[in-house]
């Protein structure tokens, strides 16, 4: 029996309005909200009839996804949802790296670019206070969101958001684990008190840190979960 389960928009998805593109960003929106685990198989049969799309648009959708790492496709068996490696959590934080002290080195803020990033930080506060892992995580997420944003860049935001979806697959693994993502609403809160003029450079190598801290405690819970856990 499949575990595949997929909440549809309303008025659903239709070939003749929507090409591979749209199929794709409805998909990478759909993991990275964690409604589809890692793992999962894909149907093809029962997606191109609730998205009512045409198999040549799935599957072209199903190739986008592919490249970004977030699906992959096993001979004989199907399409599943990509279970993140060790070596995927490297590829995500180099990527993080340069993207990200990029941000701090090349953009000049300003007050509204920061209000949005703030928006995020209080979310995950208020989060923390009441105990709502989800809301943590989505804040933690939104607020790098925002970070990359600020180089108003659509670029680097698209790209932003294909790391995202695949960061919240390692993050499935982290289930439970509500310590995790609270660290982390206090590093984003003393990162943006950070990012004013004149201290990118302090801001720079607190990003490194915050950086250097999440590899090491993602690659070491991969590691106490095992590949059996991790192929679950």
Same mark, same amino acid.
Do not use: C
């Given at each position: 029996? !499949?575990?595949?389960?997929l909440?549809l928009?309303?008025?659903?998805?239709?070939?003749?309005?929507?090409?591979?593109?749209s199929? =794709?960003?409805?998909l990478?929106?759909t993991?990275s909200a964690g409604?589809?685990r890692p793992?999962a198989?894909l149907?093809?049969?029962? %997606?191109?009839?609730q %998205?009512k799309v045409s198999?040549h648009t799935l599957? !072209?959708?199903?190739q986008?996804l592919a490249?970004?790492? +977030?699906?992959e496709r096993q001979?004989?068996?199907?399409?599943f949802?990509h279970t993140?490696t060790?070596?995927d959590?490297?590829?995500i934080?180099r990527?993080?790296?340069i993207?990200?002290?990029g941000v701090?080195?090349?953009?000049?803020?300003?007050?509204?670019?920061?209000s949005r %990033?703030?928006a995020?930080?209080?979310?995950?506060q208020?989060? +923390?206070?009441?105990?709502?892992?989800?809301? &943590?995580?989505?804040?933690n997420?939104?607020?790098h969101?925002e970070?990359v944003a +600020?180089a108003?860049?659509r &670029?680097? !935001?698209v +790209?932003m958001?294909q790391i995202?979806?695949? &960061?919240?697959l390692?993050?499935?693994?982290k289930?439970?684990?509500g !310590?995790?993502h609270?660290?982390?609403?206090?590093r984003?809160?003393?990162l943006?008190?950070l990012l004013?003029?004149?201290?990118?450079?302090e801001?720079e190598?607190? %990003?490194l840190?915050?950086?250097?801290? =999440?590899?090491?405690q993602?690659?070491a819970?991969?590691?106490e979960?095992g590949p059996?856990a991790?192929?679950?």
């Amino acid at each position: 029996m !499949s575990d595949f389960h997929l909440t549809l928009p309303s008025e659903g998805l239709n070939v003749h309005a929507y090409g591979p593109e749209s199929v =794709a960003n409805f998909l990478r929106e759909t993991i990275s909200a964690g409604r589809i685990r890692p793992g999962a198989k894909l149907p093809e049969v029962q %997606l191109t009839s609730q %998205l009512k799309v045409s198999r040549h648009t799935l599957r !072209s959708a199903f190739q986008i996804l592919a490249e970004e790492g +977030l699906v992959e496709r096993q001979p004989n068996r199907g399409v599943f949802v990509h279970t993140p490696t060790a070596d995927d959590i490297r590829e995500i934080y180099r990527t993080r790296r340069i993207v990200q002290t990029g941000v701090v080195r090349t953009v000049d803020l300003t007050e509204a670019d920061l209000s949005r %990033l703030w928006a995020a930080v209080t979310s995950g506060q208020e989060a +923390l206070e009441s105990g709502d892992e989800t809301t &943590m995580a989505w804040a933690n997420q939104e607020f790098h969101r925002e970070f990359v944003a +600020l180089a108003r860049t659509r &670029m680097l !935001s698209v +790209l932003m958001d294909q790391i995202l979806a695949r &960061m919240r697959l390692v993050f499935l693994a982290k289930e439970g684990d509500g !310590s995790y993502h609270a660290e982390y609403v206090t590093r984003n809160l003393d990162l943006a008190r950070l990012l004013t003029p004149g201290r990118e450079q302090e801001a720079e190598a607190a %990003l490194l840190d915050y950086l250097d801290h =999440a590899e090491s405690q993602l690659l070491a819970r991969l590691d106490e979960v095992g590949p059996d856990a991790q192929a679950r």
